[in-house]
């Protein structure tokens, strides 16, 4: 087994591939742990700024423990399991939302060369493993026996089905150009310019479908906890509620991370690689930290979509959006022409998606559309 | 002799839980033991050295399962937590001869045809390039009539599932 999974590593400590692979995945839990802990205290701190209010301030200095300390009391609660619940699939059901985000984090470069495992297929397999997250959010919801729970993971499929597509699809056009799948060539191609400078609409079109992906707001309409309490979660609590908590921070940084590479240049852009691991660390760091910034702002700026506008936004928007990217990428590759008329008809398609976005934002609302027609016109039966 | 030892254990794996996405008495229990038996057909690409089909396999089928949960909780009648129903009906002998057809037909083919590059003990390692020139290049037609196929089939499924709305 191990001729087989070879090529997928290469060896840095310089001892068995079996113990190199348990100690990286040991140091990268921890990370990830205290990551998300500090994703949790920054999100807090960051919203409340937003909202003017403090945010916690009295676990430590300036609040730093307060994660800490909400972690130490979700062991300490009692793990509730309903009565309805179909006990393995409700019970199984954080480790399957868990895992995927798990595997995806340990194929990222967060350096050159420095990562868990660096695959080939890198790209491609953070894209099925992040789809499978989905399969655990539906055992979430329709092992619970619980109306709310049964809702949100039927919402949460539905959009993360859908937003699948039009994130696949603009991967796809940087794909294109990049010529490879292996995250950590994809980066070492952009010492000049990063990808996002090229692909301007892709960008855009990665980062909505990311949201979405990640139920942040304004899409976070399965997890809505003024419709449906919660979503999917609606019944866990201690351990098996952190262990979502942890996969949705987790998953995140892990997108945000997987968007800076992809989009942004990884470790590469600006300064190369002359600088040492420890600049290259910083800057992937600091790369996904901005990512998270500009979601934490989304969230306290717009408000919830409803679930016709996402989907419609998704399939009459981002979809054709994705593919006239394709399309035009094609053309330009298969011709040899020069690279900033990529640039160039990108950035037309970015303009029109950002028009088409505030077109909507400011329209007046009006009875004309489905939903309108529907609220004035058909009885709702009384239930 | 690690590779057929991991082998026969991943075969025994599959047939368990295929077995369970079969007898099992709930839709969602069937869904999980399906995505099991997808990701050990996973493996095996795995252990034959096609990582490419092996994360084609989970990327395709773990969303389709999914949509394979909501297609079945919108066809079928039952309560959220996926409770057990009787199977009966006067379709049944049709569902059981076009089951049964559809295995003797597979199982035919499967047996009947000579496979190309069959060698004991040699994984053949298969590029994205072949694979795609193949599908675009060799087969092209065949790739867009599937491809038609599919969409009228998802099409057909969901105007079945809306129908009963109408009801």
Redesign the interface.
Known sequence: MSEVLNPFGSEIFGIWNWLDAIIRVVIMVTVMTVVVMYLIYGERKIVARFQQRLGPTRTGPAGLLQSFADALKLVGKEDLRPKRADRWVFEFAPFATFVPVFITLSILPFAQDWGVRNLPLGLFFMISALGLEIVGVMMAGLGSGNKFALLGAVRAAAQMISYEIPLVLSLLAVVMIAGTLDLNQMALQQDRYPYVILQPLAFLIFFTAMLSELHRAPFDIPVAESEIVGGYFVEYSGIRWSMFMLSEYAAMWGFSIFGAVVFLGGWQFPMGEDWGWGWQLALTMGKSLAFIFVMLWVRATVPRLRIDQLMSFCWKVLLPMSLVQILANGFILVYGGPYWLLTLTSSLGAAVLVAIIMRQAFRRSSTKTLVGAYRTQLQVPAP | M??EV?WWIFAVAIVGVSAGVVFSR?V??S??FL?LSMVGVGAMY??L?V??LA??Q??IY??A???L??LA?MLTRMG???AAQKVDGPQMPFALLAGGGILAILVGVAVSTSWPGDVDDQ?TGIS?ELISEKLFQDFGAPFVIASALLLVALVGAIILARQEDAD
């Open positions: 690690a590779t991991l709930s969602i229990h869904a999980i995505i795995l252990l050295m990582e490419f994360i084609v989970l990327l773990g969303g399962v999914t949509v949960i909501l909780l959220a937590g996926g994984p994205i």
